[in-house]
Nanobody
Framework: VQLQASGGGLVQSGGSLRLSCTVSGIMFQHYAIGWYRQAPGRQREVVATITESFGTNYADSVHGRFQISRDNYGDTVTLQMSLLKPEDTATYYC?????????WGQGTQVTVSS
């Protein structure tokens, strides 16, 4: 199982970024996928998840600003981030739970300047 994340970068407060995660090695359409983030000195936290039936959940801190979606033809999950704040600065990881084991992408850095 491999997850390849991309799309991070540096953006000003109020700006937007789009993260993508392409997954291989599993029957993608049968799995929920999550985006997590970890800021320096803080624990990794869930940002958003999308189920195999396209149900979505968001952390309170990003609700209304971020949108998660999936493309089952391209085996990709996208996180559209808008109205970014400096506190959104973190390394973002995509995740899938497969056969009881967590698999993570390599992480992509998002930096929001004030």
């Amino acid at each position: 199982v491999q997850l390849q994340a991309s799309g991070g970068g540096l953006v000003q407060s109020g700006g937007s970024l789009r993260l993508s995660c392409t997954v291989s090695g599993i029957m993608f359409q049968h799995y929920a996928i999550g985006w997590y983030r970890q800021a320096p000195g803080r624990q990794r936290e869930v940002v958003a998840t999308i189920t195999e039936s396209f149900g979505t959940n968001y952390a309170d801190s990003v609700h209304g600003r971020f949108q998660i979606s999936r493309d089952n033809y391209g085996d990709t999950v996208t996180l559209q981030m808008s109205l970014l704040k400096p506190e959104d600065t973190a390394t973002y990881y995509c995740n899938v739970l497969h056969r009881g084991q967590d698999f993570w992408g390599q992480g992509t850095q998002v930096t929001v300047s004030s």
